[in-house]
Every structure is written in C-alpha cells, then in structure tokens.
C-alpha cells in the first residue's frame, strides 16, 4: 500500500510531509513512481528529494537500473513536480 511505503520512507529520515508513495510499471515497461505530499509549493531543491526517494527504494528492492518517472502531486491533487530518468528522455 502506498501509504505503508510512505511510513517507511517517513521512518528512515523521509520528507514528513509524504504520505503516499506508489511503484509500478506503465504499459510500456517503464517504471513510475508517484508520490503524494502535504507540501502545496513542491520541493526545492527537487534533486535532493528525488535522489533521497530513489535511495530509499533501491533500499526497497525497486529496481531504479533502467530509469523512472516520478510525479509528485500536492494535497489538492495538483502535480507539482515531473521528473524522468528513462534512458529515452535522456539521451
């Protein structure tokens, strides 16, 4: 569940803000990674949030080797932040 993995994520030093983390694979194979927060502006500096999210998921045994899509939407259901690591988008 994902707010289970957000637990998790909280408990190992995560934004605390995060209650929600999803992992799954789209319907070409990529994996995509949504996150819901609290926060209503996203997060500066986003590298550091993401790099810390990835970390934490590799610890998780999610499989980040061939790149991800992350998306991050606030409380209110708006997407604050999209970020894709696929090796298609970053060529």
């Not at 994520?9 to 799954?24: C, L, M, P, Q, S």
């Not at 997407?79 to 690591?85: F, M, P």
Request: hydrophobic share 25%; no cysteine; aromatic share 10%.
């Amino acid at each position: 569940m994902a707010t289970e993995l957000a637990d998790r994520y909280r408990k190992t030093g995560g934004d605390n803000d995060v209650y929600g983390i999803r992992h799954a694979k789209s319907k070409d194979g990529s994996l995509e990674l949504t996150v819901w927060t609290r926060k209503k502006t996203g997060y500066e500096p986003f590298d550091d949030f993401a790099t810390n999210l990835a970390s934490f998921l590799a610890g998780e045994g999610v499989r980040l080797d061939q790149g991800y899509v992350l998306n991050v939407y606030g409380p209110d259901g708006t997407r604050l932040h999209n970020y894709d690591t696929t090796p298609e988008n970053n060529s």
